[in-house]
T-cell receptor, first 111, second 113 residues
């Protein structure tokens, strides 16, 4: 099966940079995704890494190292609105079109 | 606007009652999913369907049932056999674009009284 580990909570101040780590175990690898979820809302897709390296999308970047089964989400120039939960996810190891999610990291941004 | 509509947004149920959560999409996506989320937890897969008239159990299917009679619709029934149904239920679709992108509905919050 698949399993993903993330820190449960991270705190930071406005304007800072924060990194949310994710380690995964999966029998087959089909990419690592990141989702953001505000309290009471639906998760929304942030980024996807299929190959090693850094993907940048505005203030958010995501990194993947397949050899280490590790990835991270980097949030720069933090804003209060970035306070949310962040989930990493991998596709089912059998290749079926379904995602397995980590338990999420709650990011609290303070003034 | 293309999207996923879940209803009702909030639902209260007495123990022993079945309830059905609606999920309708106009994104023309083939695959649809139901996830359950408990406070402070990740998302756990209940059922998924890749094509009409076909669906598979996810990791926590016990006490739930689904149907997929139309491409646009994937209703979830929470039966009385589900021992702890109070949770946030999320419906999603996947467009098979290559990236692992799920599009989620706004969710339905079920509370058992």
């Amino acid at each position: 099966g698949q399993s993903l580990e993330q820190p449960s909570e991270v705190t930071a101040v406005e304007g800072a940079i924060v990194q949310i780590n994710c380690t995964y175990q999966t029998s087959g690898f089909y990419g690592l995704s990141w989702y953001q979820q505000h309290d009471g809302g639906a998760p929304t897709f942030l980024s996807y890494n299929a190959l090693d390296g850094l993907e940048e999308t505005g203030r958010f970047s995501s990194f993947l190292s397949r050899s280490d089964s590790y990835g991270y989400l980097l949030l720069q120039e933090l804003q209060m609105k970035d306070s949310a939960s962040y989930f990493c996810a991998v596709r089912d190891g059998t290749g079926f079109q379904k995602l397995v999610f980590g338990t999420g990291t709650r990011l609290l941004v303070s003034p | 606007d293309g999207g996923i509509t879940q209803s009702p947004k909030y639902l209260f149920r007495k123990e022993g009652q079945n309830v059905t959560l609606s999920c309708e999409q106009n994104l023309n996506h083939d695959a649809m999913y139901w996830y359950r989320q408990d406070p402070g937890q990740g998302l756990r897969l209940i059922y998924y369907s890749q094509i009409v008239n076909d669906f598979q159990k996810g990791d926590i299917a016990e006490g739930y049932s689904v149907s997929r009679e139309k491409k646009e619709s994937f209703p979830l029934t929470v039966t009385s056999a589900q021992k702890n149904p109070t949770a946030f239920y999320l419906c999603a679709t996947w467009d098979f674009s290559g990236a692992n992108v799920l599009t989620f509905g706004a969710g339905s919050r079920l509370t058992v009284l």
